[in-house]
């Protein structure tokens, strides 16, 4: 089978191509054929050493989708020909999140990811692929999506009275607007790009800020909100936005602490979120269990996961260049 490896170099680490025998089984494996995978930002960091502690010669990407080849003996779950994506956590099925679970996020650390033709997966690991979408559209869930989905339904409780101040418009920013318009609620993209905003506008964004043009765009916020600030912020700046997130909060309401697009810095001033009662929820993907109830929401309401450029399996470093250009609009995706 063809497969990617990270491995070091003199210059740093490297994406680098081989070919190996398939995967072995173990009793409750089940061996999925990848048709899909997709780019998130934690996979640009892993690659520069800027995430984790990714082992020598780590398969990268956490997100993918494919089709049963075989299964186990002991397998119950699964049978051939099923559509399936693995969750972004291995071991994460239903529950609270542990912190033993961090050590199985799938490209990371020495947890084996997706950017291979076959990959051998527990099978309680796999969520079925709704069939209203195909292998590339599902192959952009399992990080992204489910990101949106922990942050303003699982965890943030989200309802169509609510105001959402999403960042940008890439993976998690687009599914946030998907889900939170599906909803009922009235979401504001920030973005650089005048281009994005109108696209963003025509998914249903209520209202759009360009951050460049308007650099106080948290003023602008207020305005817009007559004064009262959004219930929800999905947070995906990191330092260079923290302060203007706290400063474009209504009371009681909630951060989504997500990204750090703008790198690391010193922490904020917290004072402000105990004056207005409000909350920061920590956002680290989802269960299985959370996957699943995902994944009815979007047949539900019928969203399709908006797919910037595809590359095939051939052009894998290409498609990471493309990301760190940060011209995406959504998810960029690698075909098998």
Request: glycine residues 10%; charged residues 20%; hydrophobic residues 40%.
């Amino acid at each position: 089978m063809k497969i990617y490896r990270l491995n070091s170099t003199a210059d740093g680490r490297r994406l680098t191509y081989g070919e190996e025998p398939q995967p072995q089984l173990g009793p409750r494996d089940v061996l999925v054929r990848v048709h899909a995978a997709s780019l998130n930002y934690r996979d640009l960091m892993i690659l520069r050493g800027l995430y984790g502690n990714a082992s020598e010669g780590l398969v990268p990407l956490s997100d993918g989708a494919g089709e049963v080849m075989a299964i186990g003996d002991k397998v119950t779950r699964w049978r051939e020909g099923d559509r399936v994506t693995p969750n972004f956590f291995r071991d994460w099925i239903y529950g609270p999140f542990r912190e033993a679970y961090r050590s199985t996020a799938l490209g990371g650390d020495d947890c084996a990811g997706v950017l291979a033709e076959l990959i051998a997966v527990p099978e309680t690991s796999l969520v079925r692929i709704p069939d209203s979408l195909d292998y590339e559209q599902a192959a952009t869930l399992p990080c992204a999506a489910l990101t949106a989905w922990q942050a303003l339904v699982v965890r943030g409780k989200l309802t169509a009275e609510d105001t959402v101040l999403v960042q940008g418009t890439g993976g998690v920013a687009l599914f946030s607007l998907q889900i939170a318009t599906a909803i009922g609620a009235r979401v504001i993209v920030i973005s650089s790009s005048d281009e994005k905003r109108e696209r963003a506008t025509q998914i249903g964004a209520w209202a759009t800020i360009n951050y460049r043009t308007t650099p106080d765009w948290d003023t602008e916020v207020r305005k817009l909100t007559n004064g009262i600030g959004v219930s929800h912020i999905v947070e995906l700046g990191g330092p260079g936005t923290f302060d203007r997130s706290l400063k474009s909060l209504a009371a009681s309401g909630k951060i989504a602490q997500i990204g750090v697009l703008t790198g690391h810095g010193p922490e904020s001033n917290l004072m402000r979120l105990q004056l207005m009662n409000a909350d920061i929820n920590g956002i680290s993907v989802g269960s299985c269990e959370h996957f699943a109830a995902m994944n009815e929401f979007f047949v539900v309401h019928r969203i399709q996961p908006v797919i910037d450029r595809r590359f095939i399996f051939d052009e894998a470093q290409a498609a990471y260049d493309y990301l760190a250009t940060g011209q995406h609009f959504g998810k960029i995706v690698i075909r098998f």
